[in-house]
């Protein structure tokens, strides 16, 4: 996908729009690792002329999202979705 200041991003997943939902950008990532969230954060940022949900989908299984992570993503209006609790947030997302 190409943002507005024409730079390429790779997003993982992309569940298309519906009659009365919106468009969701979904990116996974699999560390705690502040370079990697702050990339996604810029991606969304850019692609935001789409008016998508964007998602971040965190593997939890052996480490936590940071706190100060957490709140940025919150501020920004990313959802997180944990690993850990796949069974509720695809039943959400599918229905």
Do not use: C, H, P
């Amino acid at each position: 996908m190409v943002g507005k200041n024409n730079l390429e991003y790779n997003i993982d997943y992309i569940i298309n729009r519906t009659k009365n939902k919106k468009e969701k950008l979904i990116r996974v990532i699999n560390s705690n690792n502040k370079d990697k969230i702050i990339s996604a954060i810029f991606a969304f940022e850019d692609l935001e002329e789409r008016n998508s949900e964007n998602i971040i989908i965190f593997n939890n299984t052996e480490r936590k999202l940071s706190n100060e992570l957490e709140e940025v993503l919150k501020k920004k209006k990313i959802e997180v979705l944990n690993w850990t609790q796949k069974e509720k947030w695809i039943k959400e997302m599918i229905a």
